[in-house]
């Protein structure tokens, strides 16, 4: 089996660079639902429907996913943190230590 290593400055800048992906992602979003409904102003009749009806199916899975990635940088930030006190509560530990 393969090992790597990994430092936690490492995943933070992956945890901000996620972040920043998931923000550029929710504005680009909102830019299709702003030109969505434009154009829905310009149709008329089925197709406009079935284009309204489609895209508000995928804008809601857009929002799902936004959501899911919020949830998993909040999560990875949350176990950098608590990884970090614990190396800091070792550091403590192994300093003040004599023989």
């Given at each position: 089996m393969g090992e790597f290593s990994v430092s936690a400055g490492r995943v933070r800048t992956e945890i901000n660079e996620l972040a920043?992906?998931?923000s550029r992602f929710k504005k680009q979003v909102e830019e299709l639902r702003q030109t969505e409904g434009s154009l829905n102003g310009m149709w008329e009749g089925e197709s406009r429907a079935a284009f309204h009806n489609a895209f508000h199916?995928?804008?809601l899975?857009?929002?799902s996913f936004y959501g899911t990635?919020?949830?998993f940088v909040r999560t990875l930030d949350e176990i950098?943190?608590?990884y970090e006190a614990a190396e800091r509560?070792?550091?403590d530990i192994a300093t003040r230590r004599n023989y």
């Open positions: 920043a992906l998931n199916a995928d804008s899975q857009m929002e990635v919020l949830t950098v943190n608590k509560r070792n550091l």
